[in-house]
């Protein structure tokens, strides 16, 4: 878990799981991950536990990528998603500003989310070439 958000940015969905750094995930629905606070270390251990594309949310724009899998930075304001356009998939700020529902921003990251997976679009990061990949190696990480 990055942080003590993580859990409310599951919804209302149950967790089914808790699962250590990269552990493979095993059960149907919401699983949380142990991992550091540090956004790369962080997204690699989604990825090393599974996750196809990560969706990754940001109040300042950490400018960050996989590898292995298409990384979606979703900011949480508006002011961040048009001052860093070049970084940011998804403005989740239209929610706070009220010009989109959260269902309709539900269903708009679908339809991202889709085309992502069916290769239609590239991420952000995968088109700045940002393939960020920091294992976590126990311990403090800065």
């Known amino acids: 878990m990055k942080s ?3 859990a409310k940015k599951g919804g209302t969905s149950p967790v089914t799981d ?17 991992t550091p606070g540090n956004d790369v270390e962080s997204t690699t251990g989604l990825v090393g536990s599974g996750a196809n594309v990560v ?21 949480s304001n508006s002011t961040l998603a048009n001052k860093m356009a070049d970084i940011i998939d998804i403005n989740g700020g239209e929610v706070i500003e009220g010009s ?5 921003m539900g269903e708009e990251m679908l339809e991202y989310i889709i085309k992502i997976a069916n290769g239609e679009l590239q991420s952000k990061s995968e088109l700045l070439n940002q393939d960020d ?7 403090i990480s800065l």
């Open 133 to 139: 990949f920091i294992p976590w190696k126990r311990g």
């Open 100 to 104: 989109k529902t959260i269902e309709e």
């Open 18 to 34: 808790v699962l250590d750094y990269t552990e493979y995930v095993k059960n149907n629905g919401l699983s949380l991950l142990c």
């Open 4 to 6: 003590a958000g993580a």
């Open 55 to 75: 969706l990754f949310t940001t109040g300042l724009g950490t400018p960050t990528g996989n590898p292995v899998a298409p990384i979606l930075k979703v900011s």
